[in-house]
């Protein structure tokens, strides 16, 4: 069963593993508080997600799913579409990057890449899975998975700061895509 877990925790992670390499992709000088904030933001937000779709099960999951994929789409597409500006015209986000660290970055972020969590929990409830424990996991996991996406998006980014802007920005958009067609072809 707690294989089973590591495996959810890993898959749901995986998005925020992903945003975490474009924030080290964005910084100039990687701080540890750099490592705190994705790891706070992603890992709380898998932690609490999950708990209210256990607790909201499918009450509002249904009228949920409708539109997660164009939320996800959304906001992963704005921020891909911001870091691909930053690379190609050369502009500095604030402070060496520090922007992309402000609650005004890090909360719509942290959203877009837990809205998974909400079904997960959703499901756990359905299968009558510890949801203390469950959450837990996928929590820090998530946390995990941001600090090395971090630490390697900010290796990367350290030798080729605009290539790997851009692409960093381009990884978002195409991730935005393939969970609207996914949504969108399974519907």
């Known amino acids: 069963m707690f294989l089973r877990l590591l495996f959810i925790a890993l898959g749901v992670s995986s998005d925020a593993f992903a945003v ?10 990687l701080r540890a508080r750099h490592h705190w904030l994705v790891g706070l933001w992603f890992g709380g937000f898998q932690t609490l ?11 509002l999951q249904d009228s949920l799913a409708a539109v997660d994929h164009w939320i996800i789409f959304g906001i992963l597409s704005a921020i891909g579409v ?9 502009e500095e986000e604030g402070a060496n990057g520090e922007e992309s660290f402000s609650w005004r970055q890090m909360l719509p ?21 510890n ?5 837990l996991v996928i929590g820090l996991v998530t946390a995990a998975a941001s600090i090395l996406g971090l630490r390697i998006g900010y290796a990367v980014g350290s030798r080729w700061r605009k290539p790997s802007r851009i692409a960093g920005g381009i990884i978002l958009i195409v991730m ?3 969970i609207l067609l996914d949504h969108l072809m399974n519907a």
């Not at 969590?117 to 899975?129: D, N, R, Y």
């Open 131 to 135: 949801i203390w424990l469950s959450a």
């Open 49 to 59: 997600l999950p708990l209210l779709g256990y607790f909201a099960a499918s009450m």
């Open 82 to 90: 911001n870091m691909i500006r930053e690379g190609v015209y050369g």
């Open 109 to 129: 972020a942290a959203i877009a890449t837990s809205i998974d969590s909400f079904g997960v929990g959703a499901g756990l409830a359905l299968l009558g899975i």
């Open 20 to 29: 975490s390499i474009s924030k080290g992709l964005s910084v100039d000088r």
């Open 176 to 178: 935005g895509i393939q």
